[in-house]
């Protein structure tokens, strides 16, 4: 029996940044586990849609998919607008057998990827003390999804950092602008900010525009070894979740 294709539901973008990184994430994510079918479709805006790769995969026979939202948190795309997109394919292909898998978040391998692209950005483990610490995410108007960001700020304080707050590009506060001049008027000498997104477009943009009096910003998540990784570790617990250990997930 063959392994159930892995599809990668991704939000989309008019930002062309957008797909280019998912696809460049999905393409890493083939090189570490050579044989495993895996496909990208978007919500809205980058074609295929996620409607037409599910049809495409009924009529060429596959038996089996894990539909893996590129969220880092569990917010509106993952409660409603994805679970929505599966519920009409399933009615419509009833021989296909759809799996959601979890969302990203929270995960270490994600804090990895994020540390890893603050060291590209020119800062080295010694800087973490007197450096303050911008958690910049995308934003939501979801409560459990910005007490997720809370927490991973309360997380990587323990660290070593000497400050770590959080930031929103849009729907709630504070914005990462005003989260660096926060940290200045405390006295921290230096200041980095870290866009807690998987790839760039408007609301990274916001993220990078509010960095300007930071001493550092750094990369989006991107298409980094972690994030791959991370991914082939939440199809597996969709895929077999009774018999996967939840360390999977670190």
């Not at 790839?199 to 930071?214: Q, T, W």
């Amino acid at each position: 029996m063959s392994a159930p294709v892995l599809l990668v539901i991704a939000h989309g973008s008019r930002d062309p940044r957008h797909a280019a990184t998912v696809h460049a994430l999905t393409a890493r994510v083939r090189s570490l586990r050579p044989g495993l079918r895996v496909e990208t479709g978007f919500l809205d805006f980058n074609a295929p849609s996620v409607p037409r790769v599910l049809e495409r995969l009924s009529a060429e026979g596959a038996a089996e998919v894990v539909a893996l939202p590129l969220l880092l948190t569990r917010a509106f795309h993952a409660k409603s607008d994805i679970p929505s997109v599966l519920h009409e394919a399933r009615t419509r292909l009833p021989q296909l057998a759809i799996r959601q898998a979890g969302v990203l978040g929270p995960s270490p391998l994600l804090n990895t990827a994020l540390e890893q692209r603050l060291h590209e950005a020119g800062l080295t483990p010694g800087d973490k003390g007197s450096t303050g610490l911008v958690l910049a995410s995308a934003g939501s108007s979801d409560p459990e999804a910005i007490a997720v960001i809370a927490e991973i700020a309360r997380e990587l304080r323990h660290t070593g950092w000497c400050a770590v707050r959080p930031a929103f590009a849009s729907a709630s506060l504070p914005r990462t602008a005003d989260v660096v001049r926060a940290l200045r008027a405390e006295g921290v000498r230096r200041v980095a900010v870290a866009p807690y997104v998987i790839a760039p477009g408007r609301l990274p943009d916001r993220i990078a525009e509010g960095a300007a009096e930071a001493d550092v910003l750094s990369g989006v998540l991107g298409p980094s070894l972690p994030l791959a990784r991370l991914l082939l570790n939440r199809y597996d617990e969709a895929r077999v979740p009774a018999a996967v250990p939840r360390a999977l997930s670190a």
